[in-house]
């Protein structure tokens, strides 16, 4: 095992719990880094995840930073890499609203996890495919969960699912499920 301890560097206790749930399959133990980092806007999550991860001293402990979107197809992937921009200034209702009167309503969840160990960075990606749904359900998850149904959810949003049902489909944990292995893998880092 490359490493058996990691660090998230976040300032959301969300995104930790999350995390340390599902690293825990692989052994790994998650701390929390508490950070408010700067994020800059691009169209690139990796690109997001990366910059912040160089922002953080680099004082030789393993640590990641995650970037997530909402990605809408008819809107052609808004809000994306903005998503926090946008739940920040209109929330979810303003997401339903936006939708309202569209039939087609695809989404994509995505995740870059941009880890760092030794100096060199390597990036990691989830994903799931859903839709929006036509009103909030379910009060558990955080961010765009309540509105977001995957397609392999049976019909319910993230918000109306237990957390360890989310975190066997979600695109964060397919970020860190993706990391885990890589984690565990006997092979040679980067």
């Known amino acids: 095992m490359r490493e058996s301890k990691i660090w998230l560097a976040t300032g959301n206790s969300h995104k930790v719990e999350e995390s ?3 690293l825990s399959e692989y052994g790994i133990e998650l701390e929390h880094l508490m950070v408010e980092r700067i994020e800059i806007q691009v ?16 004082d030789g402990r393993p640590v ?6 909402l990605f809408l197809d008819h809107y052609g992937g808004f809000p994306g890499p903005y998503s926090s921009y946008a739940l920040d200034k209109v929330g979810v209702l303003g997401i339903l609203k936006l939708m309202v009167g569209i039939e087609e309503r695809g989404a994509s969840y995505r995740s870059a996890i941009a880890f760092r160990s030794g100096g060199a960075i390597k990036i ?9 749904s036509h009103s909030v359900k379910g009060t ?3 961010g765009y969960d309540p509105i977001f149904i995957p397609d392999e959810g049976y019909g319910r949003t993230f918000g109306e699912m237990p957390s360890k049902e989310k975190n066997a ?8 499920r993706k990391l ?9 880092p980067f």
């Open 64 to 69: 990641y930073v995650e970037d997530a979107g």
């Open 169 to 176: 489909m979600s695109h964060r944990a397919r970020a860190l």
């Open 140 to 142: 558990g998850g955080f």
């Open 124 to 132: 990691f990606w989830g994903d799931v495919k859903g839709k929006i």
């Open 20 to 22: 340390k749930e599902v």
């Open 43 to 58: 169209d690139d999550l990796s690109e997001i995840a990366a910059f912040s991860l160089k922002q953080i001293i680099d």
């Open 180 to 188: 885990g292995e890589w984690l565990t893998s006997p092979e040679e």
